[in-house]
C-alpha cells in the first residue's frame, strides 16, 4: 500500500523486525485483516496504520486513504519535523553550492583580509 518503494524492501523491512502488526513482529507473508493497526519503523520514526479495506492490486497514490488511516502520533511527527530541519543545513532552500564566480569572490575576500591582518601586524611590530 505505498508504505515502502518496492516489495523486496518491505519484505526485507519485515525480517529486521521494522513492521509490527498488532504490536508483534510480523513476517513477510503474513496476512492483514481490515481494523488491523500495524507500525512500520523508517529511521527514527515510527508510522502507525490502521487498515480500513484490503485490496488485491497496486493501488495510485491518490486512493491509499481509502485503504490506510494514518494515525501516526504527534510525537512522531514532531521528530520528521526536526529531521526535515536538521537536514536542510542553514542554507536557503535552492542556493545550493556556491559557483566558480563565488568560490573565487569569498576566497579574494577571505585573502584581502587576511592580508590586512598582516600588515595590521607588521605595522604593530614596527612601532
Not at 529511521?43 to 492490486?57: F, K
Not at 579574494?108 to 604593530?124: A, H, P
Amino acid at each position: 500500500m505505498r508504505i515502502y518503494k518496492t516489495r523486496s524492501i518491505a519484505a526485507d523491512a519485515c525480517k529486521n523486525g521494522r513492521v509490527k502488526l498488532n504490536g508483534l513482529e510480523v513476517k513477510p507473508s503474513r496476512m492483514f485483516h481490515v481494523g488491523d493497526v500495524f507500525t512500520v519503523r523508517k529511521g527514527a520514526i515510527t508510522y502507525t496504520y490502521r487498515i480500513l479495506q484490503l485490496c488485491e492490486h497496486r493501488l495510485g497514490a491518490k486512493l491509499v486513504p481509502d485503504y490506510l488511516r494514518d494515525e501516526t502520533p504527534p510525537e512522531q511527527r514532531e521528530l520528521l519535523e526536526l529531521a526535515r530541519l536538521a537536514g536542510n543545513g542553514g542554507r536557503d532552500r535552492g542556493t545550493g553550492r556556491p559557483t566558480k564566480k563565488d568560490q573565487r569572490e569569498i576566497e579574494s575576500f577571505i585573502s584581502s583580509d587576511y592580508n590586512y591582518l598582516l600588515d595590521s601586524i607588521d605595522d604593530d611590530d614596527d612601532e
